[in-house]
């Protein structure tokens, strides 16, 4: 990581723990702004959006710190970078001024067709070329730090050249991002294909994780799926406070997408991540 | 095998369910028909055929997830045909825009005119179509006639044990007046 890169994410400060941004909770964000540290946006909502909707924006933003997560740049797409819906996100991205801003480690369209979501790539070199050349073009037209998620594979490729960690490590190194890894993700990864997740943390650059995503995972069949609709569990806040304590996290976001609970079910995971947060830094004070 | 022609024929087969179902079954003469060389093919048959269908599946369930949070009327007078006939239309269509969701929403109550559902579900699917053409598209006025009086519908106060509704031509109006939403039904 350049110094001067390192630097600004070291010195940072952390934003705490957030929630990811739906229409539902609008109200209730409002009403608990004392309990919210900040939010995450999904940029793609406010792509081509009409006046009143990035007025809707503009509210937010005045009322807390905002981190633009997009879905679409498709980083790992072979035939590169859409340009028009890089240039819309920059756009979002010069308006809120975040520290930083994020999307994933996937490919979502190819060859016309829009698969709908984040799919995998075949952890391989030349895909790694694929990674490095888009980042650089995204880099080149935003100068905020892009930092990269992880997200939950249901395909293995046989074709693939290392494991997933080298791979992201790799990529994180070579185009000198951060991380923002999905402590969910990761569970569910390492239970749907037997790894272990503390090994996985022991094979990645945490020096190099700037915020996490967390959520309960849902079992559909014998897997496990990241529907975004359930309660954090027992063992992903393990995950959670693992990561907390070798790594100094600047902001971790609670992504609930669907099956809505009670508001303060959400404030009460908030509380929990913002205490294993603090465990970290009052670890900290203490080793001084 | 480029990652490029591994994208383009990856991204047909998880959202194409007969591609997919061909491919599994005949490797060799699916993947020749598409371009792929017998290396290539192999490459992506050795992608296990479980994972593939249900990756495959999880993508069909997510979009028609966000499909059904623009249509609540349509889920509900649809019920348990709702899956099936998505299915079919999402066979058919690729959303292109940024705002892939309400485009998806959007082109299946369209779609659900021609289907083999009751002429109610059809007036409610027509209901939702308006009301997002309305609120998508930034109209002063949306009018939509309905041969069924669907007002309970629409206040969600009918369950499913209910009176159905009765068939009666009515007229659901959306109106911007500055800046404001007014809708009615005449
Ligand atoms: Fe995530």
């Known amino acids: 990581m350049s110094e001067d890169r390192n630097q600004k994410q070291n010195t940072q400060k952390s934003l705490g723990a957030g929630i990811g941004f739906r229409e539902q909770f609008r109200g209730s964000v409002f009403l608990n702004q004392d309990k919210i540290d900040f939010l995450e946006i999904t940029t793609d909502h406010y792509l081509d959006a009409k006046p009143d909707k990035l007025g809707a924006l503009k509210l937010l933003k005045?009322?807390?710190?905002?981190?633009?997560?997009?879905?679409?740049?498709?980083?790992?797409?072979?035939?590169?970078?859409?340009e028009e819906y890089l240039e819309k996100v920059a756009e979002i991205v010069e308006f809120i001024k975040p520290p930083w801003f994020s999307d994933h480690l996937c490919f979502t369209r190819s060859g016309g067709v829009k698969i709908g979501h984040l799919a995998p790539v075949p952890y391989t070199k030349e895909a790694v070329r694929v990674f490095v050349k888009n980042i650089a073009q995204v880099k080149s037209r935003i100068k905020t730090p892009l930092i990269l998620e992880n997200i939950t594979y249901l395909v293995r490729f046989p074709s693939?050249?290392?494991?997933?960690?080298?791979?992201?490590k790799t990529i994180l190194e070579e185009t000198d991002?951060?991380?923002?890894?999905?402590?969910?993700?990761l569970y569910i990864n390492s239970q749907n294909f037997g790894f272990c997740w503390r090994k996985f943390l022991d094979e990645i650059p945490l020096e190099r994780v700037v915020q996490l995503h967390f959520v309960g995972s849902n079992r559909h069949g014998k897997r496990l799926i990241d529907a975004h609709a359930n309660k954090t569990e027992r063992e992903i806040w393990e995950v959670f406070a693992e990561v907390c304590k070798r790594s100094e996290i600047k902001g971790a976001v609670l992504e609930r997408d669907a099956d809505f609970p009670p508001f303060e079910e959400i404030l009460e995971e908030l509380e929990t991540a913002r205490g294993l947060m603090k465990i970290q830094n009052l670890k900290k004070v203490s080793a001084v | 095998m480029s990652l490029l022609e591994q994208q383009n024929f990856l991204a047909r087969l998880y959202t194409d369910a007969a591609l997919r179902r061909a491919f599994l079954l005949m490797p060799e003469k699916v993947g020749a028909e598409n371009?792929?060389?017998?290396?290539?093919?192999?490459?992506?048959?050795?992608?296990?055929?479980?994972?593939?269908?249900?990756?495959a599946e999880s993508l069909f369930w997510k979009r028609l997830r966000e499909v059904e949070k623009f249509l609540p009327?349509?889920?509900k007078v649809l019920a348990g045909e709702l899956t099936e006939h998505f299915r079919e239309f999402s066979q058919n269509f690729n959303p292109q825009t940024v705002n892939k969701h309400f485009e998806d929403a959007l082109?299946?109550?369209?779609?659900?005119?021609?289907?083999?559902?009751?002429?109610l579900s059809k007036n409610v699917a027509k209901f939702e179509q308006k009301k997002l053409e309305f609120f998508g598209g930034g109209q002063r006025i949306t009018i939509c006639k309905l041969d069924f009086d669907i007002r309970r519908i629409v206040r969600q106060s009918a369950d499913s044990q209910g009176e159905s509704p009765?068939?009666?031509?009515?007229?659901?109006?959306?109106?911007?007046?500055?800046?404001?939403?007014?809708?009615?039904f005449v």
Do not use: Q
């Open chain 1, 62 to 82: 005045e009322h807390f710190p905002l981190i633009p997560h997009s879905l679409e740049l498709s980083l790992g797409s072979a035939e590169g970078i859409d």
């Open chain 1, 160 to 168: 693939s050249e290392m494991p997933e960690s080298e791979f992201i």
């Open chain 1, 177 to 185: 991002c951060g991380l923002l890894l999905d402590v969910t993700n």
């Open chain 2, 35 to 55: 371009g792929l060389n017998e290396k290539e093919v192999t490459e992506i048959a050795e992608i296990m055929p479980e994972e593939l269908n249900f990756f």
């Open chain 2, 73 to 75: 009327l349509t889920k």
């Open chain 2, 107 to 119: 082109e299946f109550c369209r779609s659900l005119s021609k289907s083999k559902i009751s002429e």
């Open chain 2, 166 to 184: 009765k068939r009666k031509t009515k007229f659901a109006v959306w109106l911007r007046v500055n800046r404001k939403v007014k809708h009615f």
